[in-house]
């Protein structure tokens, strides 16, 4: 099954059918392909991004590129902070805080990227009481860097403390990631390329877990109808450790003033295919919201973005 990533690591025999069936539900919702650990980093960070269908490889989305391709960083105007929340199934949630420290042509992002799904019910044998109540943990903590060669060339790169937590069972590691962006010749068309998440890290649960290593290659055109406002065209294609690869894209439509409307989709995911999205922005304010419904019965998700640029 292609869903959003799977944990080649078996939970460990204590935890209970239930417990079991949570972490199943999540792993399901995020994953994208088999034989692939910390599958959290699958997830598209930025509410604007994930009502694309996730493709923001060649988009300049500030602090959020850290997550997608960092040499879209030094392209931002101004320094900026962005927060993100989301909400998948129940109460699993994740979460993505960023600095995007801009200069003339360098910029530095420190950022922070988990999710935590609570109370998992631990079991020793069938039980209307659980023995205990624990929480399954992701993050990772980097600094993402770009350096922008001249006004049409940026590249960027990427360093990650990883780390991910089941009870008394963790895994931790390092992660960077590479990209480049290119202001093509073709008026408003940009090209970017990344190459996410390279690195290692230890052994779960006595079994060995592999990086969703992620090649993505996309474009993104803004075309401009003047007073009527400007309309945004972006794709992508994505490979997970040599699979097939899933292909995703996205259209916004941006005002001349406060109101942005999106649409997206992304192919080859049994958990997702459609996703929507609007934002309004005030000055130097914006505030991004994305809505994924989830298929196979798992629901539906939701993520709210805030930026404020200084």
Request: proline content about 5%; aromatic content about 12%; overall charge neutral.
């Amino acid at each position: 099954m292609k869903d959003e990533g799977r944990v080649n690591a078996r939970p460990p025999l204590w935890v209970s059918r239930p417990a079991m069936f949570v972490i199943a539900m999540f792993l399901t919702i995020v994953s994208a392909f088999a034989q692939t650990g910390f599958t959290f980093l699958e997830i598209p960070v930025g509410a604007r991004e994930s009502a694309l269908g996730g493709a923001g490889v060649a988009l300049v989305s500030g602090p959020t590129s850290a997550a997608h391709n960092p040499a879209a960083l030094s392209r931002s105007r101004y320094t900026s902070f962005a927060a993100m929340t989301t909400r998948h199934f129940g109460d699993t949630r994740a979460q993505f805080f960023s600095l995007n420290i801009r200069t003339k042509s360098l910029a530095f992002a420190p950022h922070f990227w988990g999710t935590r799904v609570p109370d998992v019910e631990l079991r020793d044998a069938p039980s209307l009481e659980p023995i205990d109540l624990f929480d399954v943990t992701f993050s990772a903590v980097g600094v993402a860097s770009s350096w922008s060669l001249n006004e049409k060339l940026s590249f960027g790169a990427t360093i990650r403390y990883l780390h991910s937590k089941i009870y008394t069972e963790s895994s931790e590691g390092w992660a960077t990631d590479l990209g480049g962006l290119w202001s093509t010749p073709v008026k408003a068309l940009t090209l970017g390329a990344a190459v996410n998440h390279l690195g290692n890290v230890n052994s779960y649960a006595n079994e060995d877990v592999t990086l969703p290593t992620t090649l993505r290659l996309g474009g993104a055109y803004d075309y401009s109808f003047g007073q009527a406002g400007n309309l945004l065209f972006t794709a992508e294609g994505d490979a997970v450790n040599q699979n097939t690869p899933n292909f995703r894209g996205g259209l916004e439509y941006r005002a001349p003033e406060f109101l942005a409307l999106r649409a997206g989709y992304v192919s080859g995911l049994e958990a997702q295919g459609l996703s929507f999205g609007a934002g309004l922005s005030y000055r130097r304010f914006a505030l991004d919201y994305a809505f994924l419904p989830y298929k196979e019965e798992l629901g539906e998700g939701h993520r709210l973005g805030f930026r404020i640029d200084f």
